[in-house]
């Protein structure tokens, strides 16, 4: 994915927000209202057998929809709380040799499916960790890998003389990394956290298959169980909070982006 | 674990050889469809912007739910998964495919129509290969992203190694669970890395010899 982000950035900032944006900042949160209404609406009128209806009952997909939403929050803090502090470390000027290495690492460990290393850390810690914690273990491994990258690639990436100009203007490296190299590099920094986000947000509909809960549980229930509406209606919310948890994704970006750039 | 790969190699080798076919064949797919729905999209820009928004919403849905939608239609078995895979395999590509297509010098294309070229000649013998690098850049971050969802659709009787990663899952406890868990997560892995190598040597093959570098 490295290879299609500067050109992409490029453009967006040539047209302001870019009208491919606009549309995706708008249209998603009426997509997953208007989504969520219709799933509502069908779900007051459709004719459920027994099963059906205690598969999709109001009470567990809601306790379903929180701990996904729980999964993803843990799990994402944690990927910022480790990643960005990380990447920092690894571009200055004493380690700056290991950038590589890592950057290396973290693309080939993204060829690891995702399921595998999930259902593997379940295998192994089965009885130590609760299928929450081994969940989110697995989720921030998988997160970490693209935050870590932006932050590496962003900070890099911030012109060497504008550095060289706040030390020359008497800022400490401690102020230059704050006030300039961080700002400067805030919004690959994002794009990186926003793709963390979405990977977490749609594993952790897998964690249903390590009972950690999660609104996998509806879809897993409905293939289990071959009911149609119940795999379509698990799909569909699945969806729509990866759309609404996308769509915060955006909002967080445009928020922290500094306003000189 | 040694033991335990060589008692299962001829099975071993026909999930990844199946891994593998399910992948290449869904992003041969794919690379047809995006390569032309990108070539619509020069011939009309008004469509970039949904385009774009197509590609980045597609990519947030999860493979897992795509996969419960397609169930009713497309029922258990390799159907829903190769149509799955097609479907996130074309999306970095089509966004590549479009940068790179329009990433060609405008001059130059008219000085192919100078040349007497005509407009779908112009387009194969200029314009694509001019954006093939690009559009190669695409098939690689699809095929690694492929690899991942093909073992995900084993959930629902797909092919490949996905299923010795299920296997071990509900053998949980037996004593050869992590062994297929196992097996099949580094398997992925190396092969997803190989077929990374030989693109980059297909693209060496295929750039044009006027812009290699």
Known sequence: MAETRPSKRVAAKRSGLGAGAAIELLGIPIIVLVGFAAYAWWHSVADLDFVEKSSLAWGDVWLQIWQHVRLTLVASAIVVAVAVPLGILLTRPRTKFLAPGVVGVANGGQAAPAIGLLVLLFLWLNGDLSGFWTAILALALYGILPVLRNTITGLQGVDPTLVEAGRGIGLSGRAVLFRIELPLAIPVIMAGIRTALILVVGTASLASFINAGGLGGVLTAGITLYRYPVMVAGAVLVALLALLVEWVGRVLELIARPKGI | ?213
């Open chain 2, 1 to 213: 674990m040694w033991d335990f790969i060589v008692d299962r190699r001829s099975q071993l080798l026909i999930n990844a050889f199946n891994h593998v076919y399910l992948v290449l064949l869904a992003v041969v797919f794919a690379t047809i469809i995006a390569v032309a729905l990108a070539v619509l999209v020069t011939r009309m820009p008004r469509l970039e912007p949904l385009a774009n928004a197509v590609s980045a919403i597609g990519l947030t849905i999860p493979s897992f739910a795509l996969i419960g939608l397609l169930l009713p239609a497309t029922g258990l078995g390799d159907t829903t998964a190769l149509v799955a895979v097609t479907f996130y395999a074309t999306l970095p590509i089509l966004r590549n495919a479009i940068v790179g297509l329009q990433g060609v010098d405008a001059n130059l294309m008219e000085s192919a129509r100078g040349m007497g070229l005509s407009e779908p000649a112009a387009l194969l013998r200029v314009r694509l290969p001019l954006a093939w690098p690009v559009i190669l850049a695409g098939i690689r971050v699809s095929v690694q992203m492929s690899m991942g969802i093909a073992a995900i659709a084993a959930y629902v009787l797909g092919p490949g190694l996905g299923v010795w990663i299920y296997t071990g899952l509900t053998q949980i406890g037996g004593k050869n669970a992590v062994n297929y868990a196992l097996t099949a997560t580094i398997a992925i892995v190396v092969l997803a890395l190989l077929l990374d190598l030989l693109l980059i040597l297909l693209g060496r093959v295929t750039t044009s010899k006027g812009i290699r570098v």
